[in-house]
């Protein structure tokens, strides 16, 4: 059974850089596409980016100019960092997996990033 | 970009009453690349339909998704305890991918 863990640190200073890791266990990186969502509380759901395993990545064009992800196949893990971050960036931070032209089909529990001083 | 929007926002349903959720796109959502998602407070989304009306493994038959283009249905027949919720849709057919803002299901 393929699962995922988010790991990272809960609080990140407005202006900073949120930086997170999703461990993949169960199941190799190679042959899907490795996603990061997240979601504000209480709200909807936003999809934030993907890697291939070969390392191609599609960010969400509103956060391109802040987001890096980056795989480290070797590991069966995928990181997320996301720049300049605002109050705004709080939220639970997802990681989730998709095959080719498929739906996130598995999902980590998520954790919570707070931005603030 | 894709714009999914969700109706109704809320609904309010008794335990074994059929919930019809719809969700609309602002353009063609080619191949059908249209998923629906399960999230209950506390948990991650849980994937129940992708292609508009294929259900994931392990997903009861209760659960079923129709629809094509611009329309898509999701429907429950039968509502279980389990099944008061918040639900997604999602497009995966072009970048960004994007979700709706979804439908809360509660209790009646």
């Known amino acids: 059974q393929v699962q995922l863990q988010e790991s990272g640190p809960g609080l990140v200073k407005p202006s900073e850089t949120l930086s997170l890791t999703c461990t993949v266990s169960?199941?190799?990186?190679?042959?899907?596409?490795w996603s990061w969502i997240r979601q504000p509380p209480g709200r909807g759901l936003e999809y934030i980016g993907y890697i291939y395993y070969s390392g191609s990545t599609n960010y969400n064009p509103s956060l391109k100019s802040r987001v890096t992800i980056s795989v480290d196949t070797s590991k069966n893990q995928f990181s997320l960092k996301l720049s300049s971050v605002t109050t705004a960036d709080t939220a639970v931070y997802y990681c989730?997996?998709?095959?080719?032209?498929?739906?996130?089909?598995?999902w980590g529990q998520g954790t919570l990033v707070t931005v603030s001083s | 970009e894709i714009v999914l929007t969700q109706s109704p926002g809320t609904v309010s349903l008794s335990p074994g009453e059929r919930a019809t959720l719809s969700c609309r796109a602002s353009q063609s959502v080619s191949s059908s690349y249209l998923a629906w998602y399960q999230q209950k407070p506390g948990q991650a989304p849980r994937l129940l339909i992708y292609?508009?009306?294929s259900r994931a493994p392990g997903i009861p038959d209760r659960f079923s998704g129709s629809g094509s283009g611009t329309d898509f249905t999701l429907t429950i027949s039968r509502l279980e305890p389990e099944d008061f919720a918040v639900y997604y849709c999602?497009?995966?057919?072009?970048?960004?991918?994007?979700f709706g803002g979804g439908t809360k299901v509660e209790i009646k």
């Open positions: 292609g508009a009306s």
């Open positions: 989730a997996r998709a095959p080719a032209s498929g739906a996130f089909d598995y």
């Open positions: 999602q497009q995966y057919d072009s970048s960004p991918l994007t």
């Open positions: 169960g199941g190799s990186i190679r042959s899907y596409y």
